[in-house]
């Protein structure tokens, strides 16, 4: 099996490169979407970004699951998402997670069935 932890070139969209200092390369952890609970939840609240049409999606590997809660009433970070950020950071050194239709399941999460 390959290593399911790839990096990534992220330059600014509104500069070209001239310099290392122009663009930063990040680590990221390609996660089989069969780890998602329910495959239709919608994670936009978490996502930065996605392509639809092939089923991808961005995850910013957040260290605190309450992050973007303002108050209470909010919904945190899903358990099973939370699970794998945390898992992407101390295991795999990645700072983003690719949820990915295609991505062989890997042993350390739940796989379930769609």
């Known amino acids: ?24 390369i990040f680590c990221c952890l390609k996660i089989s979407t069969q780890h998602m609970p329910d495959p239709n939840e919608d994670l936009t609240d978490w996502s930065w970004g996605e392509l639809p049409s092939l089923g991808l999606q961005w995850i910013w590997a957040y260290e605190d699951q309450y992050v973007l809660c303002n108050d ?32 062989a399941p ?3 999460f739940p796989v379930y069935d769609h």
């Open 1 to 24: 099996m390959t290593d399911p932890a790839f990096v990534f070139l992220n330059p600014s969209p509104k500069e070209p490169i001239f310099s290392d200092e122009d663009a930063a």
């Open 72 to 103: 209470k009433s909010e919904k945190p970070i899903p358990d099973w998402l939370f699970n794998i950020c945390i898992a992407a950071r101390e295991m795999y050194s990645c700072e983003y997670i690719l949820l990915d239709p295609s991505a």
């Open 106 to 108: 890997l042993d350390i």
